[in-house]
Nanobody, 117 residues
Framework: PLVESGGGLVHSGGSLRLSCAASRGVFTINTMAWYRQPPGKQRELVASISTSGTNYADSVKGRFTISRGDAKNTVNLQMNNLEPEETAVYYC??????????????WGQGTQVTVSS
């Protein structure tokens, strides 16, 4: 029940903005996040946002910004100064945590981001 948009092809140093919206059928969500999976590699956390604040992977700090959208259960990821090694499928996740315990989560289908050198 998550729909992502905004992926595409960009040159090195360029910018993209990803968006994600959860459908009305989801249960209570208190955390939304973006992950990415480069070709042949494992999925990794890029950024997350919750009532506690935001969290970023070290590699994207200062270049990426995660923010909530105007509508409920929406999240955006502004990506600046993109690098070729950041070519990956980017996934949106919406989750409900109790403390550090994951209760349930939802995942999007992924959107391709390709950064050319």
């Amino acid at each position: 029940p998550l729909v992502e948009s905004g992926g595409g092809l960009v040159h090195s140093g360029g910018s993209l903005r990803l968006s994600c919206a959860a459908s009305r059928g989801v249960f209570t969500i208190n955390t939304m996040a973006w992950y990415r999976q480069p070709p042949g590699k494992q999925r990794e956390l890029v950024a997350s946002i919750s009532t506690s604040g935001t969290n970023y992977a070290d590699s994207v700090k200062g270049r990426f910004t995660i923010s909530r959208g105007d509508a409920k259960n929406t999240v955006n990821l502004q990506m600046n100064n993109l690098e070729p090694e950041e070519t990956a499928v980017y996934y949106c996740k919406a989750a409900c945590y109790t403390g550090d315990t994951l209760q349930y989560d939802y995942w999007g289908q992924g959107t391709q981001v390709t950064v050319s050198s």
